[in-house]
């Protein structure tokens, strides 16, 4: 399979615990990209990657969250001191710029639950 | 305010009748627009992606209009099957080449039934 990967699939912790969450994107892609999905609506974004250079992140990453791509090819996202708001899918997606319309290819997600 | 606004929120069809789907966009300016396919529990799937002069694109039975002047977008499936049971998104982009400006409208699920 040479799409997008996520580990783990599933993730249940207590509040203030710290979880890791893996993207291995398709290869050949540059943009990595992390979004959150709570049921019902579309993704929210998080943050983009270009190669390794972190080059956004939304608002919505407040400063408990943390994503690094350090060299340029798989992506973690950190969570620390978790809270129950913080339960949601997380997706993960890649593209390449010079492919044309620079379509995103998601993940399957992680789906964090957070008791 | 950008906003993308999908309808109808749900849908429940037979098995092997067609159906379309509707985006309303007030993004501006436009990019381009893209219909994903999310199924429970799993990533979007990219269905058709549409630029400003493009005015249909079918992928399968997938097909996609869009009228840029009205700003309207339709998805239409035919001869429907139970995989085709999912959620449907209309995402619009509106800073070229920046894709992650991405506005997600809130989807059309859809259910086939037997």
């Known amino acids: 399979d040479t799409g997008v990967s996520q580990n783990p699939r599933h993730k249940i912790t207590k509040r203030g615990q710290n979880v890791t969450f893996r993207c291995d994107p398709i290869?050949?892609?540059?943009?990595l990209y992390w979004y959150r999905q709570t049921l019902g609506q579309g993704p929210e974004f998080l943050t983009y990657f270009q190669n390794e250079a972190q080059l956004e992140k939304s608002r919505l990453l407040s400063d408990r969250f943390s994503a690094e791509r350090p060299k340029g090819s798989f992506s973690t996202l950190e969570i620390q001191r978790t809270e129950q708001g913080d339960s949601a899918m997380y997706l993960c997606?890649?593209?390449?710029?010079?492919?044309?319309?620079?379509?995103?290819?998601f993940g399957p997600g992680t789906r964090l639950t957070v008791l | 305010k950008n906003q993308v606004e999908q309808s109808p929120q749900s849908l429940i069809i037979l098995e092997g009748k067609n159906c379309t789907l509707q985006?309303?966009?007030?993004?501006?300016?436009?990019?381009?627009l893209r219909w994903y396919k999310q199924d429970t529990g799993r990533g979007p799937v990219s269905l058709t992606i549409m630029t400003f002069s493009e005015n249909t694109k079918s992928n399968g039975r997938y097909t996609a209009t869009l009228d840029a002047d009205t700003k309207q977008s339709s998805l239409h499936i035919t001869a429907s099957q139970l995989s085709d049971s999912a959620s449907y998104i209309c995402v619009v982009s509106d800073n070229a080449g920046n894709n992650r400006k991405l506005i997600w409208g809130l989807g059309t699920s859809l259910a086939v039934n037997p």
């Open positions: 997606a890649s593209s390449q710029t010079s492919a044309g319309t620079n379509t995103q290819y």
């Open positions: 985006c309303n966009y007030t993004v501006s300016p436009f990019s381009n």
């Open positions: 290869s050949e892609h540059n943009r």
